[in-house]
């Protein structure tokens, strides 16, 4: 049987972050984010730990490539983080970034990398269209690198996401994995 909780107000957060918004967000918190991010995919982490780009520091990361038209966002969507692991710690120490969104979670190297410093906020895979009018363009970086591997400066409004690795070292991955590994040994011994 299904049992649904009473669900939580989502909190509204605004960029840029403070320390003190970071420290209090918890796995599973929903969030409503207004501000400035940076879309950044694999060439967009390499030339940032490669280079200096003062513009990123203490801001967020969105693991995403857009598909822009003109001027205008069709689609953002989030892609998959753990492929970003390598880059993510050094990008954090280097900048100071204080959220990463992306979807599907990443491992214990920037686990450890967030504690007492940032968070991993998860988006929903497949709502590219929807995350797409919550946005608009502010500026674009590294044009040369194409459209989906440009750094997009985007500004969001009530962008929804979930706290899916916090500040405290907890994931909420980690946790469903671990509930599921319980459920599952009891569904094996019925």
Known sequence: M?????????????IPLSQKDISKLKIGDRVLLNGTVFTARDKAHEFLLRNNFKKI???VIYHCGPVVKGAKIIAAGPTTSIRLNPFTPGLIKKYGIKAIIGKGG???SVRKALKGKSVYFAAIGGAAVLYAELMKIKNVYKKELGMTEAMWE???????LIVAMDSKGNSLYDKVYRESKVIFQKLIKN
Do not use: A, R, Y
Not at 2 to 14: A, E
Not at 154 to 160: A, M, N, Q, R, T
């Open 106 to 108: 990443m491992d214990d």
């Open 2 to 14: 299904l049992v649904f909780k009473k669900t939580k107000i989502m909190l509204k957060l605004k």
């Open 154 to 160: 985007l500004e969001v409004k009530d962008f929804p």
């Open 57 to 59: 520091k203490n801001s």
